[in-house]
C-alpha cells in the first residue's frame, strides 16, 4: 500500500475542492441529497444502546459537522468529538457548530478513546488507488475505529452489488460478506449488517461486550 500520509492527503485534497466549490453542504461531502445523508446517520447510529441517556461519540472524518447537527435533533445528552483530516473542514464545522457539547479537531494526536465510533463516507472515493490498496486502507482504519471505540462502532462502504452501469471508477465497491466475516473474527462477536434501506451501500454496527 502506498505511505498511508500520502493517500489521506489525496483524500483530504479532493474534499476540500468540494467544500471550495459547494461550501458546508452535502456535495461538499459527496453526497447526493440531505435526505441520503441523513438516511446514513439513521443507520450508524443504531450502533448506540437505546439505554445510553449520556455518550460520548467520535465522529471519524466528520467533514464540516453535519452529524452533531442530526444527533442534536435526536439525543438530550452527549458529548461530540469531530475529527477530521482537512484543515479546512474543521474550519468550517467550528464556525457553524462551536458549542460546549463538542470538540472539533484535525490532528490525530488528540484522538482519544469513545463510547462510540462512527465513520460516514469515509472509504468511499478511492479515486485513481486500486481497489485491493484501498481495501487494505479501509481495513487498518478500521483496525483504529475498533481500538477507540469502547462500547461500539458503525461504519459505511458502498457495496459491490451496486447497478453495474451506474458504478464509477474512482469509488469503492466493497464486499459486504467480506467485512462482516473480517468484524465478526477480529472485533466482536455481535456484528449487525444493514443492506435493508434504498442506497447502493451497507452499514456495518460492531458492539462489544458479550
Known amino acids: 500500500m502506498k505511505d ?22 452535502f456535495q461538499s461531502v459527496d453526497w447526493n441529497s440531505k435526505e441520503s445523508q441523513e438516511l446514513r446517520f439513521d443507520q450508524l447510529i443504531k450502533v448506540i444502546d437505546k439505554s445510553d441517556d449520556n455518550f460520548s461519540i467520535l465522529d471519524y472524518g466528520c467533514g464540516y459537522g453535519a452529524l452533531y447537527l442530526y444527533l442534536k435533533s435526536k439525543f438530550p445528552k452527549f458529548y461530540y468529538y469531530g475529527y477530521d483530516a482537512s484543515d479546512a473542514m474543521i474550519e468550517k464545522a467550528i464556525s457553524l457548530n462551536s458549542n460546549t457539547q463538542c470538540n472539533w479537531f484535525s490532528d490525530p494526536i488528540n484522538l482519544i478513546k469513545t463510547d462510540y465510533v462512527v465513520a460516514s463516507g469515509l472509504f468511499n472515493v478511492k479515486q485513481s488507488y486500486h481497489h485491493d490498496e484501498w481495501n487494505e486502507y479501509a481495513i487498518d482504519t478500521l483496525l ?3 481500538t477507540l ?4 462502532f458503525a461504519f459505511n462502504l458502498l457495496t459491490k452489488y451496486s447497478e453495474k452501469v451506474r458504478m464509477k471508477n474512482n469509488l469503492f465497491y466493497a464486499d459486504p460478506l467480506f467485512f462482516f466475516d473480517y468484524c465478526k473474527k477480529n472485533f466482536s462477536r455481535n ?20
Open 4 to 25: 498511508i500520509n500520502t493517500l489521506i492527503k489525496d483524500a483530504t485534497d479532493y474534499y476540500e475542492e468540494k467544500l471550495k466549490k459547494y461550501g458546508p453542504t
Open 144 to 146: 483504529s475505529l475498533n
Open 149 to 152: 471505540a469502547v462500547k461500539g
Open 191 to 210: 456484528i449487525a449488517l444493514l443492506h435493508d434501506y434504498s442506497l447502493y451501500e451497507f452499514t456495518i454496527l460492531v458492539r462489544k461486550g458479550n
